[in-house]
C-alpha cells in the first residue's frame, strides 16, 4: 500500500479540508491492483468547545478486476444523524445500479452489509469494529532525525503541558530550519531527495484504474506523481546510524 495527499484548507462557518491524491494497493498473489481515492473533511463541534473529524462526500476504491465501490460519507446534523455515518455499494464496471453488497453504518462504530442492496434485506449482517491498538514506537535514539515523531517530540510535549510559549519557539525552529534548506537548495540550483519516494511523468496505471469514476491525478497541485521505489529507499536509509536502520526498514516494508 502507497500513496500521498495535499491538503488545501478553507473556513466558512468551519474549517473545510479538500484532500488532494490518492492511494494505491498492490496484491501480488492475486495480481490484483486497487486505487483508493482520499475523503474530504471538515471539523464539528468548534462552537461546543468539543471538535472532531467528519468525513465529507464520497470516496471510491476501483479494482483492476473490473469490481468497483463507492463510499459515501454523512454526519450528524441539526435535525438528526449519527456523527460518522456512511453508505457504501459495491458493483461491477458499467452497472453502479446493480449492487453486488451494500453497506450501511458508522465507520467509528457498527455497520450492517447487505448482499445486493439494502432494500432486498438479504444476508444482513452486523459488523462491530475491534478495539483500537494504539500505535507502538521505540525510543527516539532509535527513531531517525527525519522521523515526525522525534522531530515534533519537543512540540508535542510543550503543548501537553500547556506551554503556548514554548510551542511556538519549537515549532518555529522547525520552520525556520526547513525555510533555510529550501533557500540554500534554489542558490545551489537542487531539489531535496526524497527518500521514498521517486517524481514520475505518469502513471498508467492510475489512469486506467481512475478512468470508470473520473478522478483527475493532479499532479500540479502535489509537486509531482510520486512513487515507492525500494532501490531508492535502501540507498538513503543506509546513510542513517545503524541502530535506527532496522525501524525506518520496518515501516518502510523492506524487511
Known amino acids: 500500500l502507497q500513496g500521498y495527499n495535499a491538503q488545501k484548507a478553507s ?91 451494500s453497506v450501511e453504518g458508522q465507520w467509528s462504530n457498527s455497520f450492517t452489509m447487505y448482499k445486493g442492496s439494502k432494500k432486498s434485506g438479504a444476508g444482513a449482517d452486523s459488523i462491530h469494529p475491534e478495539a483500537i491498538t494504539p500505535l507502538q514506537y521505540p525510543s527516539p535514539e532509535h527513531l531517525s532525525v527525519w522521523e515526525a515523531k522525534r522531530r515534533w517530540a519537543p512540540v508535542v510535549q510543550a503543548i501537553r503541558k500547556g506551554d503556548m510559549d514554548t510551542t511556538n519557539h519549537e515549532k518555529s525552529l522547525i520552520e525556520n530550519e526547513q525555510r533555510d534548506m529550501r533557500k540554500k537548495e534554489a542558490a545551489k540550483g537542487v531539489e531535496w531527495q526524497r527518500w521514498f519516494f521517486v517524481k514520475q511523468q505518469n502513471d498508467p496505471l492510475f ?49
Open 11 to 101: 473556513f466558512s462557518r468551519t474549517i473545510h479540508v479538500k484532500q488532494i491524491g490518492h492511494a494505491l494497493l498492490r496484491l501480488d498473489k492475486f495480481d490484483e491492483d486497487y486505487l483508493i481515492t482520499i475523503p474530504a473533511l471538515h471539523i464539528e463541534g468548534l462552537i461546543y468547545g468539543t471538535p472532531f473529524v467528519e468525513l465529507n462526500d464520497k470516496t471510491y476504491i476501483v479494482s483492476s478486476t473490473g469490481y468497483i465501490s463507492k463510499i459515501d460519507y454523512s454526519g450528524k446534523g441539526w435535525i438528526g444523524g449519527k456523527k460518522n455515518s456512511f453508505t457504501a455499494t459495491m458493483y461491477q464496471e458499467g452497472r453502479e445500479k446493480e449492487s453486488l453488497y
Open 207 to 255: 489512469d486506467r484504474l481512475a478512468k470508470p469514476i473520473g478522478e483527475k491525478i493532479e499532479a500540479e497541485k502535489t509537486g509531482g506523481i510520486w512513487r515507492f521505489d525500494a532501490n531508492h529507499a535502501r540507498q538513503y536509509i543506509s546513510q542513517i546510524p545503524e541502530m535506527q536502520q532496522a525501524h525506518v526498514l520496518e515501516r518502510a516494508g523492506l524487511m
